[in-house]
Protein backbone atom coordinates (compact mmCIF):
# COMPACT_ATOMS: atom_id res chain seq x y z
CA UNK A 1 0.00 0.00 0.00
CA UNK A 2 1.17 3.50 -0.88
CA UNK A 3 1.04 5.99 1.71
CA UNK A 4 1.04 9.32 0.82
CA UNK A 5 4.18 11.22 2.59
CA UNK A 6 3.21 14.29 0.88
CA UNK A 7 0.73 16.99 -0.63
CA UNK A 8 -2.27 19.00 1.83
CA UNK A 9 -3.13 17.15 4.78
CA UNK A 10 -0.43 15.57 5.20
CA UNK A 11 0.65 15.49 8.62
CA UNK A 12 2.27 13.31 11.67
CA UNK A 13 -1.35 12.20 12.72
CA UNK A 14 -2.15 11.41 9.14
CA UNK A 15 0.41 9.19 8.17
CA UNK A 16 0.19 7.48 11.68
CA UNK A 17 -3.30 6.58 11.02
CA UNK A 18 -2.46 5.51 7.36
CA UNK A 19 -0.03 2.96 8.55
CA UNK A 20 -1.73 1.71 11.50
CA UNK A 21 -4.89 1.44 9.11
CA UNK A 22 -2.72 -0.45 6.54
CA UNK A 23 -1.34 -2.81 9.25
CA UNK A 24 -4.25 -3.75 11.03
CA UNK A 25 -5.76 -4.47 7.50
CA UNK A 26 -3.72 -7.02 7.15
CA UNK A 27 -1.59 -5.52 4.33
CA UNK A 28 2.19 -6.51 4.53
CA UNK A 29 3.80 -3.78 2.70
CA UNK A 30 3.61 0.08 3.64
CA UNK A 31 5.51 2.32 1.07
CA UNK A 32 6.18 5.84 0.90
CA UNK A 33 7.88 8.03 -2.12
CA UNK A 34 10.96 9.84 -2.23
CA UNK A 35 11.82 13.50 -3.58
CA UNK A 36 14.17 15.82 -1.58
CA UNK A 37 13.47 19.19 -3.34
CA UNK A 38 10.06 20.34 -4.37
CA UNK A 39 10.49 22.01 -7.48
CA UNK A 40 7.94 22.89 -10.11
CA UNK A 41 8.17 19.64 -11.77
CA UNK A 42 7.74 17.45 -9.03
CA UNK A 43 4.98 19.55 -7.40
CA UNK A 44 3.19 18.93 -10.51
CA UNK A 45 2.66 15.61 -9.36
CA UNK A 46 3.78 15.69 -5.66
CA UNK A 47 2.71 18.42 -4.06
CA UNK A 48 4.39 19.99 -0.95
CA UNK A 49 5.01 19.30 2.01
CA UNK A 50 6.77 16.14 0.72
CA UNK A 51 7.85 14.02 4.01
CA UNK A 52 11.67 12.43 3.24
CA UNK A 53 11.22 9.15 3.20
CA UNK A 54 14.12 7.55 6.10
CA UNK A 55 12.42 9.85 8.19
CA UNK A 56 9.35 9.31 8.06
CA UNK A 57 9.42 5.18 7.71
CA UNK A 58 11.99 5.52 10.70
CA UNK A 59 9.12 7.22 12.38
CA UNK A 60 6.05 4.80 10.80
CA UNK A 61 8.34 1.92 12.53
CA UNK A 62 7.41 3.33 15.59
CA UNK A 63 3.96 3.31 15.47
CA UNK A 64 3.98 -0.11 13.63
CA UNK A 65 4.75 -3.38 14.82
CA UNK A 66 4.35 -6.10 11.93
CA UNK A 67 3.91 -4.16 8.68
CA UNK A 68 6.99 -4.18 6.46
CA UNK A 69 8.23 -0.62 5.63
CA UNK A 70 9.12 0.61 1.99
CA UNK A 71 10.23 2.99 -0.98
CA UNK A 72 8.29 3.02 -3.53
CA UNK A 73 11.55 4.20 -5.76
CA UNK A 74 14.43 5.54 -3.00
CA UNK A 75 16.40 8.19 -6.03
CA UNK A 76 20.00 6.69 -5.51
CA UNK A 77 21.37 9.60 -7.11
CA UNK A 78 20.54 12.10 -4.72
CA UNK A 79 22.48 10.81 -1.84
CA UNK A 80 25.74 9.70 -1.36
CA UNK A 81 25.77 5.61 -1.50
CA UNK A 82 27.21 5.08 1.30
CA UNK A 83 25.12 7.65 3.52
CA UNK A 84 22.41 5.85 1.62
CA UNK A 85 23.25 2.14 3.04
CA UNK A 86 24.25 3.43 6.47
CA UNK A 87 20.33 5.04 6.51
CA UNK A 88 18.99 1.71 5.01
CA UNK A 89 20.67 -0.33 7.36
CA UNK A 90 20.02 1.71 10.13
CA UNK A 91 16.71 1.90 9.44
CA UNK A 92 16.55 -1.91 9.03
CA UNK A 93 17.67 -2.84 12.21
CA UNK A 94 15.94 -0.33 14.24
CA UNK A 95 12.71 -1.93 12.37
CA UNK A 96 12.94 -5.31 13.38
CA UNK A 97 14.03 -6.38 9.66
CA UNK A 98 10.93 -4.98 8.35
CA UNK A 99 12.78 -2.24 5.45
CA UNK A 100 12.40 -2.77 1.87
CA UNK A 101 14.35 -0.38 -0.35
CA UNK A 102 13.21 -0.30 -4.13
CA UNK A 103 15.55 2.07 -5.86
CA UNK A 104 15.78 4.00 -9.20
CA UNK A 105 17.50 6.68 -11.41
CA UNK A 106 14.93 9.57 -11.00
CA UNK A 107 12.92 11.69 -13.77
CA UNK A 108 12.66 15.09 -12.23
CA UNK A 109 15.39 17.42 -14.26
CA UNK A 110 14.80 20.48 -12.18
CA UNK A 111 15.58 18.50 -9.06
CA UNK A 112 18.61 16.97 -9.88
CA UNK A 113 19.92 20.79 -10.71
CA UNK A 114 18.49 21.79 -7.18
CA UNK A 115 20.72 18.97 -5.60
CA UNK A 116 23.40 20.01 -8.23
CA UNK A 117 23.43 16.28 -9.69
CA UNK A 118 24.29 15.93 -13.54
CA UNK A 119 20.94 14.51 -14.59
CA UNK A 120 22.58 13.28 -17.58
CA UNK A 121 24.76 10.93 -15.86
CA UNK A 122 22.02 10.02 -13.00
CA UNK A 123 22.06 6.10 -14.26
CA UNK A 124 26.29 5.77 -13.91
CA UNK A 125 28.00 4.21 -10.79
CA UNK A 126 30.13 6.47 -8.71
Same mark, same amino acid.
Given at each position: ?? $???????????????????? %?????????????? #???????????? +??????? *???????? *???? !??? /? /???????????? /?? !????????????????? $????? #??? %??? #???? +?????????
Amino acid at each position: MN $VPNFGPGTDPEMLRQWAQTV %EGLGFDLLMVSDHI #AVTPDVAEQYPA +PFYEPFT *TLSWLAGV *TRRV !RLG /T /TVLIVPYRHPLL /TA !RMAANLYRLSGGRLVLG $VGVGW #ARQ %EFE #ALGV +PFRRRGAAR
